[in-house]
Nanobody
Framework: VQLVESGGGLVQPGGSLRLSCLAS????????VAWFRQAPGKEREGVAC????????FYSDSVKGRFTISRDNAKNTVYLDMSDLESADTSIYYC????????????????????WGRGAQVTVSS
């Protein structure tokens, strides 16, 4: 079982970036898949989560309206489209997978996720 993030990089403030999370060894559509991020010296925090075929999506308040999570089941891939990026979005971004759930109470709880990727660096700077 493996999750691999890609698409990170350097982007200017106000710019956009798409992260991808490719799952192998399991069918990601049967799981809840979330994006977390961790900046230096800070705790890991939930960014967004998608359950089933997108029937349920959850976002942190800090990214709501700027980030969109989606999934392509045929490619076993979950995406995070990020726009209007700010310097505060600079972090390592991780994708994670869990058994499905249907309440916003659980999605940002790190301990419920069984599988994690190694992360992708996103740097927002001019």
């Amino acid at each position: 079982v493996q999750l691999v993030e890609s698409g990170g990089g350097l982007v200017q403030p106000g710019g956009s970036l798409r992260l991808s999370c490719l799952a192998s060894g399991f069918t990601s559509k049967d799981y809840a898949v979330a994006w977390f991020r961790q900046a230096p010296g800070k705790e890991r925090e939930g960014v967004a989560c998608v359950v089933n075929n997108g029937d349920y999506t959850f976002y942190s308040d800090s990214v709501k309206g700027r980030f969109t999570i989606s999934r392509d089941n045929a490619k076993n891939t979950v995406y995070l489209d990020m726009s209007d990026l700010e310097s505060a979005d600079t972090s390592i971004y991780y994708c994670a997978a869990s058994e499905p759930f249907y309440s916003d109470y659980y999605w940002a709880l790190i301990n419920i996720y069984d599988y994690w990727g190694r992360g992708a660096q996103v740097t927002v700077s001019s």
